[in-house]
């Protein structure tokens, strides 16, 4: 299953437009290629919501003596190295820069999105992805290679809060509220995520960090909701800490004047 519509990269300042990642025709030269030194996006989740394109900064170093038609580059897949189950929609490649001409060393930069809109992208693609890196070489033939690189792409999660009342007498009760939603790729909404841990945190007035105060567990909905007593004037928060699908995310925060 492919989930890219069109697939264009870019090296020395020429375009090509690729119709997928094939696997090496039989009885084609393959080797004499290496990759080293793979970066995907600093080595984060790769985070995606349900309407903007996503860019992934991606390094990686190439050696070889041969003469390449187009490429390199470096973009997540699954099932086997080879297969057309790739995740990209587009991929610019920078021009060689020369580490050491006499072996034939490259450093490259990359820049890769994903849009989370294309048609056959959807829930099911959450989770981890593997890494290959792809270069086409003269007569039709092409180097492609597992860099045993895991890459774990995640549905963004959003997080609101409201703490009131405000102002609130010291010693008084505060209700924090709020509510937890996750990117559906299927449908590009954002829809609440019921059964999460979120944790309550506070910051108090002049300090540089927030603290976990308590936990809430969200409803069918995603609402959240606790209480706590006032002791002093600070800001209040909700932070999910997301999971192998879904992203960390934190609200903006509420500030209570405690009097």
């Given amino acids: ?30 080797g004499g290629v290496s990759f080293s ?4 996006n600093g080595g984060k989740p790769i ?6 394109e996503v860019e992934l900064y991606v390094t990686f170093r190439m050696t070889t003596k041969l003469k390449y038609r187009f490429g390199p580059m470096v973009f997540p897949y699954r099932g086997a190295v080879g297969s057309s189950e790739t995740l990209w929609n587009s991929i610019i490649t ?17 820049w890769l999105t994903i849009d989370p809109r294309h048609y056959d992208f959807g829930n099911e693609d959450a989770g981890t992805w593997k890494t290959a890196a792809r270069v086409s070489l003269s007569k039709d033939t092409e180097d492609i290679d597992d860099q045993k690189l895991p890459l774990h792409v995640q549905r963004a999660t959003r997080v ?11 010693g008084g009760t505060i209700t924090v509220t ?3 939603a996750r990117a559906n790729w299927d449908t590009h909404t954002y829809q609440g995520y019921a059964g999460r841990t979120v944790s309550l945190q506070f910051k108090a007035a002049g300090a540089s960090s927030y603290k976990t105060v308590k936990k809430a567990v969200s409803n069918g909905t995603g609402a959240l909701r606790t209480t ?32």
Avoid at 94 to 107: T, Y
Avoid at 160 to 170: C, H, L, Q
Wanted: aromatic share 6%; proline share 3%.
């Fill in 1 to 30: 299953m492919r989930k890219t519509v069109w697939r264009a990269a870019v090296a020395g300042g020429a375009a090509a437009v690729f119709t997928g990642v094939a696997a090496v025709p039989a009885g084609a030269a393959e």
């Fill in 37 to 40: 030194r793979v970066t995907v």
């Fill in 47 to 52: 985070v995606l919501g349900v309407k903007k």
């Fill in 94 to 110: 920078n021009d060689c820069e020369v580490v050491d001409q006499a072996k034939g060393v490259c450093d490259f930069e990359e």
């Fill in 160 to 170: 609101t809060v409201n703490a009131s009342p405000e102002p609130v007498r010291k």
């Fill in 178 to 180: 709020g509510r937890v």
């Fill in 228 to 259: 706590v007593k006032a002791g002093a004037s600070g800001t209040w928060r909700w932070t999910y800490f997301g999971n192998t699908t879904s992203g960390a995310n934190s609200s903006a925060g509420d500030r209570v004047e405690v009097r």
